[in-house]
Every structure is written in structure tokens, then in C-alpha cells.
């Protein structure tokens, strides 16, 4: 069986620890993961502004990379989610339209791969800290993300878990949507952590970190303490793999 790790732009650039988890915690469970160098942009900022042929460009070097692999796993619900819109990028080119279904069919979330595929939801892990989460949208709606980082982390010993208000908000980063809509961008995310301080949480975890590196500055520019994760880092260090 070939697993293959999706890394995406911001987890390669800026959050290779977020990699480097995951790699550690399925090689518990026998899952040595390999790594394409060739991979690249999934395509989703040029696919939401509207530059489908660079977008194609993109997937088509995605498709490449991973057209062996078995099994792809990603630690974002974002760009595995734009996976799912690569049938309708090549709907009128029969032999990518295969690929593209093909390639989506096999592309998992780090959790789902975890609970659905493994069926893995107890990493022996312990967390003794007071925890919210926040389900990134593409995540939790295009994927239908929701029950499995709640199974993971109620089996971690000594988490106290807290209900973000308004989870399902969007945090306000949206890829080029920040960028295009920065005052309803930074009104959305303020509004975000507004909620994340009422949970009085000492950590927010996520499994996007697009997502978390929005609130994550917002957290920083009010001086908050709160520390951010994504999932895989908080069940590698609570497993004392990190």
C-alpha cells in the first residue's frame, strides 16, 4: 500500500511541523508515508479567482504526482477539498476527467484517513490542557469533516474540551477572499476570537492551518496566550512523539 503526504503550500513554507506530526503518528500504525517532490499548488487560489486553465495547470501536476499513490493524505480539508472540484476542471478532457476521479476518490483528510480508513480514534495520548476547536469550513462542509477530530480527541487523557460559540463561523481567511475583502476578512476573524476567548481555552486546535494562521495573528496582535495547533501536533505531542 503507497500513502502519499499532500503536504500543501503553507504546511510545506511555514508549517512543516504540522508534516513532520503526521509522518510520526501513522508510522505508529505501520504507514510509512511517501513524499512526491513534484507536487505543488493544488490550484485552489486560481481556481476561485476565476483562472481555471492555471488552475488546471496545477492539478495537472498533482494528478502526476500522486497517480501511483494508493492512498493521499493531506492536513488540510481546504486543498484536499479542492481536489473534489478536478472532475468539473476537466470535464470536457475524457482521460483527465478519469484521473481526476480517480485521484479524488483516493484523497483523504488526516483525520478521516486516521478514523475511517485505519479506524484508529485512541493515539495513547495525553493533553492535560482546557481545548477548543474551530471546523474550517471546506473541512467540516465540502468534506463532511465533523465527527472524527471529536472521537480523537475525547480519547485523549486529560483534555478538558470547550464548545467554540459559533464554531461553523467562517474565520474570515478564505484564501484570496482576505486578501480582496480585508475588512470583512479582519471584522470576521476579530469576531472569531472574540469567541475563542469566551471558551477561556489555554489551545485552539484546527485541521486547516489557512484557517489557523488567520486567527492565529489576530490571537498575537491582541497579546493572547492562547496557544494554536493543528490536530496531528496536539495527538503527536500528547503521544510523546513530537
Not at 507536487?39 to 498533482?62: H, K, L, M, V
Not at 479542492?82 to 481526476?100: G, Q, R, S, T, V
Amino acid at each position: 500500500m503507497k500513502v502519499s503526504l499532500f503536504i500543501t503550500c503553507l504546511s510545506d513554507a511555514f508549517y512543516p511541523r504540522v508534516g513532520e506530526a503526521m509522518v510520526r503518528l501513522l508510522a505508529r500504525y505501520g504507514v510509512r508515508l511517501d513524499f512526491p517532490t513534484v507536487q505543488t499548488c493544488c490550484g485552489q487560489p486560481a481556481f476561485n479567482s476565476g483562472y481555471w486553465e492555471e488552475a488546471r495547470d496545477s492539478a495537472r501536476t498533482i494528478l502526476e504526482a500522486f497517480e501511483d499513490s494508493d492512498f493521499v493524505i493531506s492536513p488540510s480539508g481546504s486543498c484536499t477539498g479542492m481536489i473534489h472540484h478536478y472532475p468539473k476542471l476537466f470535464e470536457n478532457d475524457p482521460a483527465m476527467l478519469e484521473k481526476a476521479k480517480k485521484l479524488q476518490a483516493k484523497s483523504y483528510e488526516f483525520t478521516q484517513f486516521l478514523v475511517n480508513v485505519l479506524g484508529v480514534t485512541d493515539v495513547g495520548a495525553s493533553f492535560p490542557h482546557k481545548v477548543t476547536y474551530h471546523p474550517s469550513c471546506h473541512g467540516s462542509r465540502l468534506l463532511g469533516v465533523k465527527d472524527e477530530p471529536m472521537e480523537l480527541m475525547k480519547r485523549v487523557k486529560g483534555l478538558e474540551f470547550v464548545p467554540l460559540p459559533f464554531a461553523e463561523d467562517c474565520c474570515g481567511f478564505g484564501g484570496t477572499f482576505a486578501v480582496k475583502m480585508a475588512d470583512i476578512s479582519g471584522a470576521m476573524v476579530s469576531e472569531k476570537v472574540d469567541h475563542v476567548k469566551e471558551t477561556e481555552a489555554e489551545v485552539l486546535v484546527g485541521l486547516d492551518m489557512a484557517c489557523l494562521m488567520n486567527i492565529a495573528g489576530n490571537l498575537r496582535f491582541r497579546g493572547e496566550p492562547v496557544r494554536v495547533m493543528h490536530l496531528a501536533e496536539l495527538l503527536a505531542e500528547g503521544a510523546k512523539l513530537a
